[in-house]
């Protein structure tokens, strides 16, 4: 493993030079020991590029890998090399994929199944109830689903944290060194996936989280999973480039639909209506796309909301109400349901308790995915 991370770290070689090198000559330390013998068959140009290299920056290079190796000892740390057993073996396949990574967790990296769920920082309240209900979906379809995603803002962190609720294995991809974590607000939510996932990342300790390792960690995203899903998005953004990587890899690529006016659902509308992206609607048509058979996925989907029978039959009212709307107010719902408002105000507190009715923006009301 020295060696392999002593290559990766080689100055004078691009990860892409690295990477044809390691696919050709899997003996990292041959090449520092006996490149005469291992390179023979690499093309002269790149040959003469390597012991180049390897004359003026090896000695660094393997003092740099000792020091990194010895910090991932400390912190329980297991650096990957693109040939251990334990590298995930998606994201090996594609021709980009990194030299080494880094990774602290307790979850297979070869899970037999694996998604990425990514999409906006901005998430709105109709994304948040749709990770939500994606992760309650899947612990009852497939429980042993890993989930991979970006621990940023938005989609990324409401899906590990959905998944954590849930009892699901998930990943968060960094972009920088597990030295640190970013943004530091995330720090209890990355902890508590070390429990319960990992964390992974190509960049050694002390790499700062620049805009440029974002993009460059949206390919491991992609790559390490079967399919991507787009939860949503915004006409650009880094979930939309996570999804052309994703078809890039010949990996399926699945969205979620949202209203023509709602700006961030128009990436995800706008994949659909290219095909470049499945309409999905729920976890049922996601492992239908995937062929996720499973004896629990493939029994009769439940009704859509099928509440405990002990509602009273004015809270159930307000639930008939409310179901397959949007959101309405309190005075619509006073309106529909023939109530007094002081009536109605104790009802949508009980049902807020429960966990069936969430106040939104605007004073809105909306029932919770069950």
Known sequence: MLHTLALSLLRGMTQAQTLELLRHVPDARAIFERPDDVLTEVHPTMRRRIETALQSHGSEALARAAC?????????????????PDYPQRLAECPDAPAMVFYRGNADLNA???LAVVGTRRITPYG?????????????????????????????????????????STV???????????PSSHRETAKAMLRQGGLLTEYISQTRAHAGNFVRRNRIVAGMADATLVV????????????????????????????????????????IRDRQAELVTSAYDLLDLLNWNTPTASTQREPELNFLPTLTPEQQAVVEALKGKDGLNLTQLCIKTNMEQS????????????????????????????
């Open 68 to 84: 990194e190796l010895e910090f991932c000892e400390r912190h329980n740390i297991r650096a990957l090399g693109l040939h251990h």
């Open 112 to 114: 037999q199944h694996v």
């Open 128 to 168: 948040k109830d749709l990770c939500q209900s994606l992760c309650a979906d899947l612990r009852r379809l497939l429980p042993d689903v890993l989930v991979v995603s970006g621990l940023a803002y938005g989609v990324d962190i409401h899906a590990h944290r959905g998944c954590l609720k849930e009892g699901l």
């Open 172 to 182: 968060g991809i960094l972009a920088h060194g597990l030295d640190q974590i970013y």
């Open 232 to 271: 949503e998005s915004a006409q650009k953004g880094g979930a939309l480039i996570t999804a052309r990587l994703s078809m890039d890899y010949d990996r399926l690529v699945c969205a979620f639909p949202g209203r023509t006016a709602d700006p961030y659902s128009e990436g995800c509308n706008r994949l």
């Open 343 to 370: 009536t109605m105000t104790a009802l949508l507190f009980e049902l807020e308790m429960s966990g069936i009715v969430r106040l939104m923006a605007g004073g809105l009301y909306r029932l919770l995915p069950q």
